[in-house]
């Protein structure tokens, strides 16, 4: 059985910068992505031990790596396209939100996941500032953007450091560098879910 890929449609709101930090801090980002199952296809998705003891998984350098089929479907998805283990999905499933590599611009330079995979990315269109200190949001995006992508290197992490990865390090950065009672609320809020965690 061939399991249905369902994109999202043509373009989807992504919403607001900031309000996509509050999400991300909060530990609660999640794409309002409906019927979407493009993350559900080609990603190489990690389990930790525990996962790993209970769900079906192969072992690539060492990693445990969630199964596919041959068509590149998670093995956990339904015949109508769905994730049957949606209330015990692994953490990365969770913790995945695509619209971090589109804020990030990190699908720009850091593509290619999968072709299905770019194209439910490019679809988001996020809101353009309005005021200044939307601007200033995204000014500090650019500079922890390009300070963290400089940075690569020197952690000797390049070829296998996943775009969401990359784009999960820049917002983190985005958060510690924000000045103003923006920054001090979402630090506030991202230690409170590090200490839930
Ligand atoms: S476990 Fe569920 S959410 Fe995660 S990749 Fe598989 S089908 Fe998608």
Redesign the pocket.
């Known amino acids: 059985m061939t399991i249905r890929r369902s994109p999202a449609g043509e373009t989807q709101p992504a919403g607001r910068l900031a309000d996509f930090l509050k999400q991300v801090a909060g530990g609660e980002a999640s794409p309002p992505s409906g019927q979407c ?1 493009a ?2 296809f080609d ?1 190489n ?1 990690e389990l930790d031990a525990a996962e790993a003891k209970r769900l079906d998984h192969f072992v690539q350098d060492g990693k445990s790596i ?1 199964s596919r089929d041959e068509n590149g479907a ?1 093995t ?2 339904d015949s109508r396209g769905m ?4 209330e015990d ?2 953490k ?2 969770r913790a995945f939100d695509c619209r971090s590599t589109r804020f990030t611009l990190i699908d720009m330079v850091a593509s290619a996941i999968s072709p299905a995979y770019d194209k439910a990315v490019a679809q988001w269109t996020y809101a353009e500032p309005e005021d200044d200190e939307e601007l200033r949001v995204w000014r500090v995006m650019a500079e922890a953007r390009k300070s963290y992508l400089e940075s690569i290197p020197r952690q000797g992490a390049t070829t296998d450091m996943s775009a969401h990865v990359v784009a999960a390090g820049v917002l983190s950065k985005t958060i510690e560098r924000l000045p103003g009672r923006l920054g001090r609320e979402l630090r506030k809020q991202a230690k409170k879910t590090m200490d839930r965690s």
């Open positions: 199952n993350c559900c990603l998705v969630l998670c956990y998805l994730c049957s283990i949606y999905r692994p990365s499933c």
